[in-house]
């Protein structure tokens, strides 16, 4: 891919836009290019509008069967309401109190322990469903334990549980990180995708608007928002209407209801889009965890190249530095301006892109593994299918860097060494699988 011949590592400056070309059309509008233009806004609309549609009555209608059973009775009493203020309970006068939802996943485990660590309170809410593994999002849970972290076992779709939390705590903050991950599984789980990450952000927003006060929300969308967009580096300004999978559809989705729960409720909102985040504790679907499995067992990989064997890369960041933007963002979150569902002025509304700006080729990745790993891998090289994958993302991060301080600092190769290490020692069996 020629674009990947000019891609340099992060140097003092993040990445910024290309520039615009100015407009040189007559300030007056044809009155058919008007028309013209009004029909294009009215079709995308519509067709926006009913994909909302479906997405309710698909989620309603049709619950995905990854989907753990009604946790109603699971929670509550005198007991339990003690364990989850005292784990929201903050330690510094100027700490957050932050509800984390998905706590016990890859990034809402670390981003809980980082909070916990400089004095916040936090409360975590998990649903443990099956996507991958469980035992490795209660090996998880039982870190944040140590930490003490308490994390709640519900869903972000179950209301009363929602309206109870609030009840028992007042947070100041909510940081919104459940949501059903993955491209491909898409094409075969189309409601988990809808349940979770459009059905539930509603429920979580409608419970949010509806709190006295109204916590400021941190949440997290995603690089693949971007889709066919052939425009690189990657900027917050580009068009983000065409989605290559379900999963972006969904995550699209989220960000224009979070524009309408902001302007209508005055709830203040900031979106992350996140570039494929890996680390310690990481995702078992995502390619280099399942690499690093297959090449120790001696099994062969497939590495996929795009179409005339052009190279497929990915802006690789690291776990740490995606903690690090999701505090930032929460400490500069300004507060919401409405109240039991009220609005009482404009409130803060945001994106960002967090991401490394040094996109890394897939073959790139597999060589490093090998060279950590001392195995050599089998590679099986094929073509791109369409499943939903683009072909490469890399991060405009200027936005990122002005306002919340943001500047990635670990390269691929560093921080995949550091994923090794954990890998190794966490499926090792050893007792020593809580080290970070």
């Known amino acids: 891919m020629s674009q990947l011949k000019t891609l340099s590592h992060l140097d003092s400056v993040p990445s910024t836009p290309g520039k615009f070309k100015p407009d040189k059309s007559t300030p007056y509008v044809h009155r058919f290019r008007f028309y013209t233009s009004l029909s294009r806004l009215t079709l995308w609309s519509s067709f926006f509008l009913a994909f909302i549609i479906f997405c309710f009555f698909f989620s309603s209608s049709s619950p995905p069967p990854s989907s753990r059973r009604s946790l109603g009775d699971s929670w509550g009493g005198r007991d339990w309401e003690r364990r989850v203020s005292r784990s929201a309970r903050k330690h ?123 916590p400021a929300i941190v949440w997290a969308s995603s690089s693949s928002v971007y889709g066919l967009n052939s425009k690189v580096p990657f900027s917050e300004k580009d068009r983000t209407d065409q989605p290559a999978s379900l999963y972006a559809a969904t995550k699209k989705a989220g960000e224009e ?18 570039f494929t985040v890996y680390g310690p504790w990481g995702r078992p679907d995502m390619a280099y965890y399942f690499f690093t499995k297959d ?70 990745l597999v060589s490093i593994l090998e060279k950590l790993l001392k195995v050599k891998a089998k590679r099986k090289v094929l073509p791109m299918p369409r ?33 090794v290490r954990w890998y190794l020692s966490y499926h090792s069996g050893s007792k020593k699988k809580s080290s970070w």
């Open 92 to 214: 510094t006068s100027s700490g957050l109190t932050v509800l984390v939802t998905g706590a016990a996943g890859f990034v809402g485990t670390h981003v809980s322990i980082a909070l916990k660590r400089r004095g916040d309170g936090v409360l975590g809410l998990d649903n443990f469903n099956r996507y991958y593994d469980p035992s490795l999002k209660r090996a998880r849970q039982k870190l944040l334990e140590r930490s003490g972290v308490f994390v709640v076992e519900g869903d972000i779709n179950d209301s009363s549980l929602l309206k109870k939390l609030f009840e028992v705590v007042a947070f100041t903050h909510v940081m919104h990180l459940a949501a059903q991950a993955g491209v491909r599984f898409a094409m075969q789980n189309p409601g988990s995708y809808v349940h979770s990450n459009i059905a539930g952000l509603v429920n979580l927003l409608e419970v949010c608007k509806s709190a006295d006060p109204q």
């Open 257 to 274: 209801i979070a524009h309408t729960y902001n302007h209508i409720y005055g709830l203040s909102i900031t979106g992350l889009r996140f």
């Open 387 to 419: 499943n939903g994958d683009v072909k490469f993302t890399h991060a405009n991060i200027s936005s990122a860097y002005r306002e919340l301080g943001y500047k990635p600092t670990t390269d691929l190769e560093t921080g995949l060494k550091k994923f």
């Open 295 to 364: 090449i120790l067992k001696g099994k062969s990989i497939t590495v996929f190249e795009a179409p005339n064997h052009g190279t497929v890369a990915r802006d690789f960041t690291y776990i740490d530095d995606i903690v690090k933007g999701c505090l930032a963002a929460l400490d500069t979150a300004k507060k919401s301006t409405g109240s039991g569902g009220k609005k009482k002025g404009p409130a803060q509304l945001r994106v960002f892109n967090l991401g490394n700006t040094s996109p890394v080729p897939v073959g790139q």
